[in-house]
């Protein structure tokens, strides 16, 4: 991730993998194709960083495509900017005071790059197409409810600790508070 962290880098490689997703939907390249070789048959051999079109096989391109999305929404929500415009802005609603020490306290109980790359996908796949309506929902039955319908990876602990007190219209100042709760640790554990 550390040759990809430049913006305008992630988001040329971003570019490529969703070109390269869309052939994966088709069922055009076996997955143990090396991205390499695929990228080359393309003529977009050395638009990712070396090490990625190296080592990462067509099976790798879903989980390539989560990892630079939510590490480009991290750089987004650092920067102060909105990193899911395409949600509507009853899935924003802001925390207050008691809701982020009750978040933040919470927060310590998962691993946060987990929390954050699931979140972000819960967000993207599932939020960004709900109804006005829903946004007074649990977050947690929700969340639960569409990790079930799906298959879908859960937070490890987040059934029965994640706190109640959260709806859909608190999701994605959630996820904007537990990319600032990483941002503190991480400069903490330095």
Known sequence: LNVVHASQCLQECIDVVNVSLGFVQYGQWKPNTMLK???????????????????????HIISLWRVL????????????????PSVNIVFKEELDKDQLQLLTTNLGH???DQFLDVFYEFIVTHVKNCKENEADEMLVDSYLEVCDYFKLEVIAGFEGRFPPEFSMKHVTSIWK?????QVDQQLKNR
């Open 110 to 112: 998962y691993d946060i």
């Open 69 to 84: 999305n939510v590490e480009q929404a991290r750089q987004i929500t650092k920067g102060k900017e909105d990193s899911f």
């Open 37 to 59: 070789r695929f990228l080359s048959s393309l003529k977009m051999g050395g638009k990712l960083p070396k090490i990625i079109e190296d080592r990462c096989e067509m099976k």
């Open 177 to 181: 508070h537990a990319v600032m709760y």
